[in-house]
């Protein structure tokens, strides 16, 4: 079942049925305004919504509005003063499920909520079924959900935004959300990849040409950024820009001045720059192969696209909806999982991230024999996977992807037990088993540094996960886990947690 969300900005309201709702096992989702609520409806729905109707930037009514045109089948409760009789009626008509005068009894709350959840799972079919709703950007987990906030916080700016992630991480759509949710929404959207093209083609690609410009210039063409005008142009893989470039994309971004190729005459745009890579920009700069300034430029709002093994969490509702998507695409039936082969799915590495994991669904669509889908039926070259991608991060608390110093003889030892972990994670929903599992493997396979390695990987998890929860505040994670300022910061540096 989905989180029952709740818009208020009064926190203490959103406390009291945080608590009251988590004594009844129902799962909670808060946000503090109509615009961070508005932004999470573009990737994702909740069972319930529950709104206060008067709050600084936006009125539950609106969000009531929004919702009932995209979910219609979506039970909304108002909540509004005692008083408040006008709202109370405006809430009806506009279709909510019930209202809750302030101040209210918690428990009358909760029974009213129950309802609606009642309602809400009589009237959807099975999840499959409701996939034609899912959006196209989906994520329950911390990291995402931070994500899905800081689009709703730049809805209304058109400032420079750089996005940072691995290949696959979906950066892409995170910049068309950007562009969607600005003032800039019903200009155009123009996504142009640098790696992709040449060099000797780029600058035309980018900034166009005169006529007679260069050989096969039969015709003035006008490059990206003039076809953006008054949108957003969007560079990915800004990483990999040759350097003589990035001289003239800093002109641009400075005064928002340019000349074609050939041309004579300074052309003025209007464009915001969203830009994207997987590279990392600093140690590019470094070495020489990143403009230290137009970095800067660039670097004016940083986005972090964790990687899929980061929120591992997401890959089970991932899995499912790229499967209906498939089947939608194909005219299909869409395949249904096994817990047990959900589990698997989601301990693996997934180097290539969703897109990945989309890749899989696909293939699965196709391949797969039946229409359950377990272990078996997965490609050979995953089915033994999940051990190993284990295995291979040992030594890399850093979660770039990149494996060091992993033992061949580890590898091995995660290959021959994979299945059993998964099982352990699915059925016993132990993390104890699961560790005592993957160490048996190891000891087995007589690894190397077994208990540095382990700790090492525990550390890490850890101490990222705090890091997550506070936001990167390193004095509040490290009251939290009980150890001191000056240990979580040198713990960060030994196990290059830095992000």
């Given at each position: 079942?989905?989180?029952?969300?709740?818009?208020?900005d009064?926190?203490?309201?959103?406390?009291?049925?945080?608590?009251?709702?988590?004594?009844?096992?129902?799962?909670?989702?808060?946000?503090?305004?109509?615009?961070?609520?508005?932004?999470?409806?573009?990737?994702?729905?909740?069972q319930?919504l529950?709104?206060?109707?008067?709050?600084?930037?936006?009125?539950?009514?609106?969000?009531?509005?929004?919702?009932?045109?995209?979910?219609?089948g979506?039970?909304?409760?108002?909540?509004t003063?005692?008083?408040?009789?006008d709202?109370?009626?405006?809430?009806?008509?506009?279709?909510?499920?019930?209202?809750?005068?302030?101040?209210?009894?918690?428990?009358?709350?909760?029974?009213?909520?129950?309802?609606?959840?009642?309602?809400?799972?009589?009237?959807?079919?099975?999840?499959?079924?409701?996939?034609?709703?899912?959006?196209?950007?989906?994520?329950?987990?911390?990291?995402?959900?931070?994500?899905?906030?800081?689009?709703?916080?730049?809805?209304n700016?058109?400032?420079?935004?750089?996005?940072?992630?691995?290949?696959?991480?979906?950066?892409?759509?995170?910049?068309?959300?950007?562009?969607?949710?600005?003032?800039?929404?019903?200009?155009?959207?123009?996504?142009?990849n640098t790696?992709?093209?040449?060099?000797?083609?780029?600058?035309?690609?980018?900034?166009?040409?005169?006529?007679?410009?260069?050989?096969?210039?039969?015709?003035?063409?006008?490059?990206?950024?003039?076809?953006?005008?008054?949108?957003?142009?969007?560079?990915?893989?800004?990483g990999?820009?040759?350097?003589?470039?990035?001289?003239?994309?800093?002109r641009?971004l400075?005064?928002?001045?340019?000349?074609?190729?050939?041309?004579?005459?300074?052309?003025r745009?209007?464009?915001?720059?969203?830009?994207?890579?997987?590279?990392?920009?600093?140690?590019?700069?470094?070495?020489?192969?990143?403009?230290?300034?137009l970095?800067?430029?660039?670097n004016?709002?940083?986005?972090?696209?964790?990687?899929?093994?980061?929120r591992?969490?997401?890959?089970?509702?991932?899995?499912?909806?790229?499967?209906?998507?498939?089947?939608?695409?194909?005219?299909?039936?869409?395949?249904?999982?096994t817990?047990?082969?959900?589990?698997?799915?989601?301990?693996?590495?997934?180097?290539?991230?969703?897109?990945?994991l989309?890749n899989l669904?696909?293939?699965?669509?196709?391949?797969?024999?039946?229409?359950?889908?377990?272990?078996?039926d997965?490609?050979?070259?995953?089915q033994?996977?999940?051990?190993?991608?284990?295995?291979?991060?040992i030594?890399?608390?850093?979660?770039?992807?990149?494996p060091?110093?992993a033992?061949?003889?580890a590898?091995?030892?995660?290959?021959?037990?994979?299945?059993?972990a998964?099982?352990?994670?699915?059925?016993a929903?132990?993390?104890?088993?699961?560790?005592?599992?993957?160490?048996?493997?190891?000891?087995?396979?007589s690894?190397?540094?077994?208990?540095?390695?382990?700790?090492?990987?525990?550390?890490?998890a850890?101490?990222?996960?705090?890091?997550?929860?506070?936001?990167?505040?390193?004095?509040?994670?490290?009251?939290?886990?009980?150890?001191?300022?000056?240990?979580?910061?040198?713990?960060?540096?030994?196990?290059?947690l830095?992000?």
């Open positions: 079942m989905k989180p029952i969300w709740i818009v208020d009064d926190e203490s309201i959103r406390w009291v049925l945080e608590k009251a709702l988590a004594r009844e096992n129902f799962t909670t989702r808060s946000f503090s305004n109509v615009r961070d609520a508005l932004a999470a409806l573009e990737f994702d729905s909740p319930v529950v709104s206060d109707i008067r709050m600084p930037g936006g009125s539950g009514l609106d969000l009531l509005g929004r919702v009932r045109e995209k979910f219609p979506l039970p909304v409760i108002i909540i003063a005692f008083s408040d009789l709202s109370a009626v405006a809430a009806f008509q506009g279709g909510a499920f019930e209202y809750l005068a302030k101040p209210f009894d918690i428990d009358k709350a909760v029974e009213l909520i129950r309802r609606a959840v009642e309602e809400s799972l009589r009237g959807e079919h099975a999840d499959e079924e409701r996939s034609t709703e899912t959006p196209e950007m989906l994520g329950h987990a911390p990291a995402m959900q931070d994500m899905f906030r800081a689009i709703g916080r730049l809805s700016s058109s400032a420079t935004v750089l996005i940072t992630g691995e290949s696959g991480t979906g950066k892409e759509l995170v910049a068309r959300a950007l562009h969607r949710h600005s003032p800039r929404a019903a200009g155009p959207f123009i996504a142009l790696a992709a093209i040449p060099k000797d083609l780029l600058e035309s690609e980018l900034f166009g040409h005169e006529r007679g410009a260069f050989t096969g210039a039969q015709a003035m063409r006008q490059g990206r950024f003039e076809q953006a005008e008054n949108g957003t142009l969007f560079l990915d893989e800004i990999d820009m040759p350097f003589d470039l990035q001289t003239r994309l800093l641009v400075s005064d928002g001045q340019f000349y074609r190729v050939g041309g004579h005459n300074p052309l745009v209007n464009v915001r720059v969203i830009a994207a890579t997987h590279q990392n920009l600093e140690q590019r700069v470094r070495q020489g192969l990143f403009r230290e300034d970095y800067h430029r660039l004016v709002i940083r986005l972090r696209l964790p990687a899929l093994r980061e591992s969490e997401d890959i089970p509702l991932l899995t499912k909806h790229f499967l209906q998507k498939s089947a939608r695409e194909l005219g299909v039936d869409p395949k249904r999982v817990d047990e082969t959900l589990a698997y799915i989601a301990s693996l590495g997934f180097p290539g991230n969703v897109r990945q989309e669904c696909n293939w699965l669509t196709v391949m797969a024999p039946a229409q359950t889908i377990e272990i078996k997965l490609p050979p070259d995953l033994h996977a999940a051990g190993a991608n284990l295995s291979m991060t030594d890399e608390p850093d979660g770039t992807g990149d060091r110093q033992s061949s003889a590898v091995n030892a995660a290959h021959a037990g994979a299945a059993d998964a099982r352990a994670v699915a059925s929903g132990n993390w104890e088993t699961v560790l005592r599992t993957e160490v048996a493997k190891l000891l087995r396979d690894s190397p540094e077994v208990m540095d390695a382990m700790m090492r990987r525990f550390e890490a850890v101490i990222r996960e705090a890091l997550d929860f506070t936001r990167g505040r390193k004095v509040e994670a490290a009251e939290r886990l009980g150890i001191g300022r000056n240990t979580i910061t040198r713990k960060i540096q030994e196990l290059n830095e992000p």
